[in-house]
C-alpha cells in the first residue's frame, strides 16, 4: 500500500466509517496497485451523482446484501474513483471533496486546482 498521504502530504483523515467506505473497507480512501479503479476521492454523495453514477452503469444506491452492501444516499460520505470524479465534474455532476480524506494518487488522475473549487473543507 502506498503511504496514507492525502494530497496536501498530510496524514490522511477518515473519510466514512458509516457506512465504512475504501477500497479495503476501513473507512479511508487508501489505495494499492490492486485498486484499479483509484477509489481516492473522498466525497460528500448527491442525489444527482447517484443518479448520474446509476446511469453510468454503477449503481451505488440499492442495497446488494449479498455484498454487504447497504447502499447509499444523499449525504453519504464515500471514496470515489478518480476517473468518475472527474467525469462527473465534467458532466455538471461532482459531489463535494473532501480534500483532507482524499488519497494524494488522485492527483495522478485530478487536478490539486480542479479538487479545490469543490472542497467542502476548505475555509
Not at 13 to 23: E, N
Not at 60 to 83: I, N, Q, V
Given at each position: 500500500?502506498?503511504?496514507?498521504?492525502?494530497?496536501?502530504?498530510d496524514t490522511l483523515d477518515t473519510c466514512c466509517d458509516?457506512?465504512?467506505?475504501?477500497?479495503?473497507?476501513?473507512?479511508?480512501?487508501?489505495?494499492?496497485?490492486?485498486?484499479?479503479?483509484?477509489?481516492?476521492?473522498?466525497?460528500?454523495?448527491?442525489?444527482?451523482?447517484?443518479?448520474?453514477?446509476?446511469?453510468?452503469?454503477?449503481?451505488?444506491?440499492?442495497?446488494?446484501?449479498?455484498?454487504?452492501?447497504?447502499?447509499?444516499?444523499?449525504?453519504?460520505?464515500?471514496?470515489?474513483?478518480?476517473?468518475?470524479?472527474?467525469?462527473?465534474?465534467?458532466?455538471?455532476?461532482?459531489?463535494?471533496?473532501?480534500?483532507?480524506?482524499?488519497?494524494?494518487?488522485?492527483?495522478?488522475?485530478?487536478?490539486?486546482?480542479?479538487?479545490?473549487?469543490?472542497?467542502?473543507?476548505?475555509?
Amino acid at each position: 500500500m502506498h503511504a496514507s498521504l492525502n494530497v496536501f502530504d498530510d496524514t490522511l483523515d477518515t473519510c466514512c466509517d458509516d457506512p465504512v467506505t475504501g477500497y479495503f473497507r476501513d473507512g479511508c480512501c487508501n489505495t494499492d496497485d490492486t485498486d484499479v479503479g483509484s477509489h481516492t476521492v473522498c466525497v460528500q454523495l448527491t442525489k444527482e451523482f447517484l443518479e448520474f453514477s446509476r446511469f453510468r452503469g454503477n449503481d451505488l444506491s440499492t442495497p446488494r446484501p449479498e455484498f454487504g452492501f447497504a447502499g447509499l444516499k444523499a449525504g453519504d460520505r464515500w471514496c470515489l474513483c478518480a476517473a468518475r470524479w472527474l467525469e462527473a465534474q465534467q458532466n455538471g455532476m461532482a459531489p463535494r471533496v473532501f480534500l483532507r480524506g482524499t488519497h494524494k494518487r488522485a492527483l495522478e488522475i485530478v487536478p490539486l486546482q480542479l479538487l479545490r473549487e469543490y472542497a467542502a473543507d476548505l475555509n
